[in-house]
């Protein structure tokens, strides 16, 4: 008697992802929540200190295996406005869907709160728990999800570009140099790169 194959369950990255929203390591979310009345005018203020103070986007740009993330406030659709603003975010990483809503949440907290508070049914970030079954019941799958480099961490593109900028500059350095001068910027450019490899 054969047995038969079960069908793949998606990546080991998706964790709790739905397939459509994952390309390759790359998974993304995007969430929609209610937003109460007076959050029409804290959420453009969250907003424009985020973009003012740049300590305040410090904490999300070490979270190297996040490729991007967004928050909008959106008061109408095309032809409709909405009774009630919602807040629209999107994000892309890598890793997996708990483990992300986990890092958010634990290292992010203060941060979390400020852009959901004014969100209707927002639990606080911690416990994680709670945070996470809000997240999914406000979680819209994706119609279409494209990463550029869908196998490649967010850490792993910039040390490539670095490299890359360091590739050029030891070319133009090294360009007519004897093998044995040659050798040792050679060897002094990989220790240099190092953590780029």
């Known amino acids: 008697m054969a047995i ?11 964790t709790g992802t739905d397939p459509r929203n994952v390309d390759g390591q790359a998974i993304c979310i995007t969430v929609f929540s209610t937003v109460k009345w007076w959050g029409r005018a804290w959420l453009p203020l969250v907003f424009l200190y985020a973009r003012l103070v740049p300590s305040a986007r410090g904490t999300l740009a070490r979270l190297s295996f996040i490729h991007f993330a967004r928050w909008t406030l959106v008061k109408q659709l095309p032809e409709q406005r909405l009774r009630h603003p919602h807040l629209f975010f999107e994000s892309n990483f ?6 992300y809503i986990d890092a958010f949440s634990h290292i992010l907290t203060r941060g979390m709160t400020l852009f959901w508070g004014s969100s209707y049914g927002f639990p606080t970030p911690l416990p994680t728990g709670r ?21 490649a961490t967010t850490t792993m593109v910039l040390s490539s570009l670095e490299l890359d900028a360091k590739l050029r500059d030891f070319r133009a350095r090294t360009r007519g140099l004897d093998p044995e001068a040659f050798a040792r910027a050679w060897q002094a450019f990989l220790t240099d790169v190092q953590r780029c490899l």
């Open 4 to 14: 038969a194959e079960r069908p793949s369950a998606g990546p080991p990255t998706a």
């Open 94 to 99: 890598n890793g997996g869907w708990e483990e």
């Open 131 to 151: 945070f996470k079954h809000y997240i999914k019941r406000h979680e819209i799958v994706a119609s279409h999800f494209y990463s550029a480099y869908p196998d």
